[in-house]
């Protein structure tokens, strides 16, 4: 006689074989920050997600599992579990990755500024404006004391740019901020290294004296220019000469 093989080519979705998340605890988490995500029936074989931020599982147990949290972008994250069962249902659960610095290189530099420093951290964006970007995207700011600093590139774990001039003649260190912004405004993270950066009088730049003052609006003349610490560091040096034309009128009469 026939048989009905229909019973055995079904598939069933159980909820007690899924995997629950209920908390995840901190829930704004850097790199290297070490969490513990709570919930119901995780497989000793779970592995744990922060959006695209992977985190290294330590410990697991049926109900808990402790994970250190690796390098991304900031933003607000969805908690994903998954193990021999499947992934988890985690759909309410998010977490907040947020900007960290480690390092600023070199750490102290001339009052004029426009040194290139590097900071080394996690959590930072590649973007540094929202125009044209999508609602989902962040921009990042860098301020270096008050004022901004130009940013030249950046990763999700470096950032190079330019320091602004200190606003002061006064050497002194400064807080070094960065800022990660969704463009959406929906989130907003930042991480401050206090006096990161020093400003000081050893490593700026100073003109003295050129000489001659003046010359031929043709170019071609030689100039010296005296001054203090031209070679700071070994950077490049280079000039640039504004043009500013005195025209001898003759006497009329």
Not at 29 to 40: F, L, M, Q, S
Request: proline share 4%; with cysteine; charged share 15%.
């Amino acid at each position: 006689p026939s048989q009905n093989r229909s019973d055995h080519c079904r598939f069933i979705y159980s909820p007690n074989h899924t995997p629950l998340v209920t908390m995840v605890i901190p829930t704004t988490i850097r790199k290297n920050d070490t969490v513990t995500v709570t919930g119901e029936r995780f497989g000793d074989n779970s592995v744990v997600w922060f959006g695209e931020v992977e985190c290294s599982v330590q410990v697991v147990s049926s109900t808990e599992i402790t994970c250190v949290a690796g390098s991304g972008m900031a933003g607000r994250k969805q908690v994903m579990v998954r193990d021999e069962k499947g992934l988890a249902n985690a759909s309410s659960v998010v977490v907040d990755y947020s900007v960290g610095v480690d390092t600023v290189n070199p750490m102290s530099g001339g009052l004029g500024g426009g040194l290139l420093v590097t900071l080394a951290g996690s959590g930072f964006s590649s973007s540094t404006s929202c125009s044209g970007a999508s609602a989902e995207s962040m921009k990042i700011v860098v301020w270096i004391g008050s004022e901004e600093c130009q940013i030249v590139s950046a990763s999700s774990t470096h950032i190079s740019c330019r320091t602004p001039a200190h606003p002061s003649s006064v050497a002194e260190s400064v807080n070094v901020t960065v800022q990660v912004t969704c463009c959406d405004d929906s989130c907003s993270f930042e991480d401050v290294i206090s006096d990161g950066f020093t400003y000081t009088n050893s490593m700026t730049t100073e003109v003295i004296a050129i000489t001659p003052n003046m010359g031929s609006a043709g170019g071609g003349d030689l100039v010296t220019i005296t001054g203090m610490n031209f070679l700071i560091m070994d950077r490049n040096v280079s000039v640039k000469v504004s043009l500013y034309l005195v025209f001898n009128n003759p006497r009329v009469g």
